[in-house]
């Protein structure tokens, strides 16, 4: 039975997707994972220590990511919703146990992301001992911009990441300050799951993360990528 024949008993949502720089077929998203404290600033303003025996993961919903651009929604159940700016690899070839060096060959783009984060739960989560699922899982919480070929020689292992919230300059780092550089994170996050074409990886955010208000403008960058620039509402 193929595809086309089978019948559901109502209409499954479209695939989410994501826009592709200078082509017309979009990015079909499979799944976004997180990696936590990849920067060593961010996890210390958290009140954490890196732990640089291995990265730890998170997951975000295909359907919560969403294009990086015009009116983004402040979550509900909240008083503390938080930008995160991330670099973002969207995987286009997938395999397991994926070697360091040929990891970078699996990323089809490159684009800058915001992982967005009801902070209040998290904190609430960590204390007692729970999943954060609804602290990051959250609907258009996973903010992309348009996603840039890999085939443009981008380098994930350098460049300036920042972000700005109305005007006045709210996050600014390196990508030499990862903590597990995104080859290693694709080798790492290989052994746990046979990655997919689809999948998003989210590789952390650096130090400085804040809280949105209603008409906040925020506009992320990394040097090489595309800019995004949205309004929370
Ligand atoms: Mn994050």
């Known amino acids: ?6 019948e559901f008993v109502f209409q499954p949502l479209a695939p989410a997707s994501l826009p592709i720089a200078g082509q017309e077929a979009r990015f079909p998203v499979h799944r ?6 990849n920067y060593e600033a961010h996890a210390k303003e958290m009140g954490n220590e890196v732990d640089r025996s291995a990265p730890f993961y998170f997951m975000k919903s295909a359907h919560h990511i ?7 929604p402040i979550a509900a159940r909240t008083d503390n919703y938080h930008y995160e700016v991330e670099l973002v690899m969207a995987v286009g070839r997938g395999g397991r146990d ?3 060096a040929e990891a970078l060959d699996h990323v089809y783009a490159y684009a800058v992301g915001l992982d967005m984060t009801r902070r209040d739960l998290q904190a609430n989560a960590k204390e007692k001992g729970r999943p954060w ?3 990051k899982n959250v609907e258009s ?5 348009v996603l840039q070929p890999a085939s443009a020689g981008f380098d994930p292992n350098q460049g300036e990441i920042g972000l700005e919230q109305n005007g006045r300059l709210a996050q600014k780092a390196d990508l030499s300050e990862q903590v597990w ?3 290693e994170i694709i080798a790492d996050l290989s052994t746990y799951y046979c990655l997919q074409p689809g999948d998003l990886i989210f590789t952390g955010t650096p130090a400085a993360v804040g809280a949105v208000a209603p008409g906040d403008r ?12 949205l309004t929370m509402v």
């Open 1 to 6: 039975m193929n595809a086309s024949s089978t």
């Open 32 to 37: 976004a994972f997180c990696v936590g404290r």
């Open 66 to 72: 969403a294009l990086a651009a015009g009116e983004q």
């Open 98 to 100: 994926i070697a360091e």
């Open 133 to 135: 699922d609804t602290a």
């Open 141 to 145: 919480s996973g903010l992309v911009s």
């Open 181 to 183: 550089r995104p080859a």
């Open 218 to 229: 925020l506009t992320g960058w990394i040097d090489g990528l595309a800019r995004f620039d």
